[in-house]
């Protein structure tokens, strides 16, 4: 299996932390060229969670 592709959309705009483009934290961001595919997979299901919670809170903005 291939590496999962980085989820920026280009937003990055911030709350509490976490991107609400990408639903990533500034550490997942930072991080994401090191991590392995594992470790990728586990931060896209977790930001894939975020962005749910954004939603439905009306604080994510759409591409």
Do not use: H, N, Q
Request: overall charge positive; aromatic content about 4%.
């Amino acid at each position: 299996m291939s590496s999962p592709k980085d989820p920026c959309i280009g937003v990055c705009k911030f709350t509490d932390d976490i991107c609400i483009g990408c639903g990533r934290t500034k550490r997942e961001i930072k991080a994401w060229k090191k991590l392995d595919k594992d470790e990728k997979r586990v931060v896209l299901a977790e930001s894939a969670l975020r962005l749910l919670a954004f939603e439905a809170t009306g604080r994510r903005k759409k591409k």
